[in-house]
């Protein structure tokens, strides 16, 4: 993927202003606002409220679906035109089944516990002080994010359930889709009597609109990247605001000596193909030696037979069937994120190998160790830094639905205040309220 996209021209609350970076700050600065406004309506909000706006909305998408769809057939068109790879159209691609897996998504955030006012943590002091840290909204959340309409619904749910307002740049690849979608939401804010700025769009902005939203510093408490590696380094590199960076998904699968290998081959497949234009796909595949003779043919050629592109070490090719061509790994292989029917294949010696492998390769994303071995699977856990660790699991699982936590945001790669699949939680802050008797510090 490349770096910010360019100036499709749409969105809610965002009419084109002209070419000028002045113009188009000022036009960001509003929308910022405005945003900021629109965030204060949320901060008394009761659960109730917050959870019959959010079924509102999943009712509005259902309603409009097939108005959504129409218009992600015209970014589909368009993706195909510019040469789009089959796995980010995929990505890309809304169908009526989607657009209510979507909207079902919403109303699982509705049923959520509400994470604004939790006590995070609460005690007397000798002096009688009280204290309580309670989780609070953001207040504006800032989202860049590429061909993904699905996380224009994802965004705006959650942060409306953890009480804040959201400014979206989803990109000129689904700017079609995107359209539709914020105006479909911000009408069903406005029928629950809440505020249509709590969603707004700066697509109509462009690459500059993008720029002065990263620059907003003390408008927007955050921005989340979410895509590929040459927009979230531009984001990291380039914002003023506070980022959570999300990372890319340069995902291992180790499978073990003592794996079971009809599981290993079970969670590999899933791991790789069930979707491959995601984050938490496989991407590369490691195989202890004592397992690589009785697994790695069957495995090789079951990929095959999916229709996956192989890349392997020297090993890796020595066992492949007869008929199955196996392109020579480099490398750019072991550091590549394919999102395609692709995948890296090395075999190792043993689980110090695999280690040291992932240590040197991975973006930090999701492991998984395939074993029966508790020691070996103890070592990787507590030896591997990466957000999630799967221990005899697919990699898919790394996902806020999945994991019980609703939609998701993005995945957190990086360490600070929120890690891996970020949900609710993640998407609030925390303050001090201190309560006294007339207390004066001696």
Known sequence: MTTIEDTTAVGRGSAAVGDGTTDVAAA?????????TASRALATATRATKDAALLALAD????ATDEIVAAN????????????APGLLDRLALTPERVAAIADAL???AG???PVGEVVRGSTLPNGLRLRQLRVPMGVVGMIYEARPNVTVDA???ALKSGNAVILRGGSAAASSNEVIVAVLAR???AQGLPGDLVQSIDAHGRPGAVALMHARGLVDVLVPRGGADLIRTVVQESTVPVIETGVGNVHVYVDASADRSMALEILLNAKTQRVGVCNAAETLLVHADAADDFLPAALAALGEAGVVVHGDARTTALAPAGLEVLPATDEDWATEYLALEIAVRVVDDLDEAIEHVRTWTSGHTEAIVTRDLQASERFVAELDSAAIMVNASTRFTDGGQLGLGAEIGISTQKLHA???MGLAELTTTKWVVHGDGHVRP
């Open 60 to 63: 509005a998408l259902v309603a």
């Open 156 to 158: 705006a749910g959650l």
């Open 73 to 84: 057939a015209d970014d589909l068109d368009r993706g195909r035109a510019h040469g789009m």
């Open 112 to 114: 959520l516990p509400d």
């Open 28 to 36: 960001v600065e509003d929308i910022a606002r405005r945003a900021k």
């Open 107 to 109: 109303r699982e955030l």
């Open 188 to 190: 069903a804010l406005e």
């Open 419 to 421: 890690r891996g699949p």
